[in-house]
């Protein structure tokens, strides 16, 4: 890709717990105004816009961006489960880079309720039928729970029993994710924990305990995608370029083990396509945001990424290769596990974590001199998006 799309406007609210939120237009909306104010642009210059959400009836994408303005452009709801934000942006840059459009808002919100992700339409097939049934043949002694609770807890068990790596990974993973969010106004869990307290925190879940599982929260985020004409013709010179991007969903690999089923492999495979686009490696990045539902994902992901080889995500933690000071800064937002999980706002929450960063506006955050970033967004049932970003 040449014509690579920038980034020129971001914005979030502070994610709130279920019952402490605005409704889902307010924060849609207030979103929207601020990613539009760091833009320097008007809605009038925003041709399409792309609203990802997962929690409402049809065209809750409109009614949203009505609170904004009316203008009548093309209004798009896109819902790819925990994806939804990443997916939307997808779209945003698929239609810049096309000469589709020259400017695009991409945005997202949700509404959640307390307690884990359940289905909401028993009547008709679930999406993740085929992911149950495939749960209860590898894992015929786990007792049943919440589809997501289960799957990656699974996943965690067989990560360790494959590598021989100790439980304590999941729960420093924890830490580390805490302290950063210690330094994020935007974060909703501040305060910094202890391996202890991880560890001995209530059990979830065989192999998962509660501090090790992100929460769920209510908010909005917005983000504007621009052709380089457009910035050079508003004269926007802070700008991020997405040099590359790539969606994967599953193969019959997913079927092969529990890594895998909860998008392991696809997860790698956006991740090769990004760097083979780019032509960078994951030695290149400084500086990631990836899908830490779970702890166990996390680590998953370090792997999956490329970020260290297989089995060596315990060396890659311990050398804190993942925090400041080591070869890469993880979720300097906190993460999910410090955010909350806003499915259809996260992945444009990460993107705005990003922009800050290669921008250098992360205030206490910063990683110093951050020139590359990754992004990471996932959806069971299922889509992983992986997003590369350049300091322009």
Partial sequence: MTNHARIIGVNMVKFEKPGN?????????????????????????????YASYIYGDSTCGQTALYQVGMT??????????????????????????????????????????????????????????????RFIELNPDLPDGPIALKVF??????????????????????VKSRKHAAHNPFALFTKEL???????SPIIYPGLRRLMACPPTCGAAAVIV??????????????????????????????????????YGMSRRAARKVYETAGLGPDEVDVIELHDCFTPNEVITYEALGLCDEGEAEKLIHDQDNTYGGKYVINPSGGLMSKGHPIGATGLAQC??????????????????A????????????A???????KD
């Fill in 21 to 49: 939120n605005e409704p889902y237009e307010v924060m849609a909306a207030r979103a929207i105004e601020g990613a539009l104010k760091d833009a320097g642009i008007e809605l009038d210059d925003v041709e399409q816009a």
């Fill in 72 to 133: 009548g452009m093309p209004i798009i709801n896109v819902n790819n489960n925990c994806s939804s934000g990443s997916t939307a942006l997808f779209l945003a840059r698929q239609a810049v880079e096309s000469g589709a459009a020259d400017c695009v808002l991409a945005f997202g919100f949700e509404e959640m309720r307390p307690g884990a992700i359940g289905e909401n339409w028993p009547d008709r097939t679930s999406p993740f039928q085929w992911i149950q049934q």
């Fill in 153 to 174: 807890a699974a996943a965690g068990l067989e990560y360790l029993k494959k590598y021989g790596a100790h439980p304590e990974i999941f729960g420093k993973v924890a």
């Fill in 194 to 200: 202890q391996l202890e307290e991880v560890m001995n």
């Fill in 226 to 263: 621009c052709s380089e004409s457009f910035a050079k013709k508003h004269n926007l010179k802070q700008s991020v370029k997405i040099i590359a991007q790539s969606m994967a969903t599953d193969q019959p690999d997913s079927y092969e083990n529990n890594l895998n089923l909860v998008g």
């Fill in 352 to 369: 705005a974590e990003l922009v800050w960063q290669l921008r250098g506006e992360a205030g206490n955050r910063q990683v110093e001199g």
């Fill in 371 to 382: 020139k590359i970033a990754l992004q990471h967004n996932l959806g069971l049932g299922g």
């Fill in 384 to 390: 992983a998006v992986v997003t590369m970003y350049q």
